[in-house]
């Protein structure tokens, strides 16, 4: 099993940033990518970004591509997502999640995912 707890969301103007934490813990050799997705009021859950444990290849929704970046930190198990230049359209819980896999590629699919984080807060004022 994988646990995974987000932290570094919170309130924010438009145009301000937010460095979001996602901290995994218990079989994390068994993890093969790991993606932030978020859902915003009266949406469905959208996917945002996603990284491969080895390797680092990323993938960014074009939502947020040019805006946000994720990282990871393997030594602490630790996967980021930076987010610069916020709107309004940004607000949402984002969670993160960790794919199993194996596959050929880090997949933009929820379903692809084995793992889920509570969510964190994320608002961005105008």
């Known amino acids: 099993q994988v646990q995974l707890v987000e932290s570094g969301g919170g309130l924010v103007q438009a145009g301000g940033s937010l460095r979001l934490s996602c901290a995994a813990t218990?079989?994390?050799?068994?993890?093969?990518?790991t993606a932030w997705f978020r859902q915003a009021p009266g949406k469905g859950r959208e996917f945002i970004a996603v990284?491969?444990?080895?390797?680092?290849?990323?993938s960014y929704a074009d939502s947020v591509q040019g805006r946000f970046t994720i990282s990871r930190d393997n030594s602490k198990d630790n996967v980021y997502l930076q987010m610069d230049n916020l709107n309004t359209e940004d607000t949402a819980v984002y969670y993160c999640?960790?794919?199993?896999?194996?596959?050929?590629?880090?997949?933009?699919?929820?379903?692809?995912?084995?793992?889920w984080g509570q969510g964190t807060q994320v608002t961005v004022s105008p």
């Open positions: 999640a960790a794919d199993k896999g194996p596959r050929y590629f880090a997949s933009e699919s929820q379903g692809s995912y084995d793992y």
């Open positions: 218990g079989r994390t050799d068994r993890i093969f990518a």
């Open positions: 990284i491969k444990r080895t390797g680092g290849t990323t």
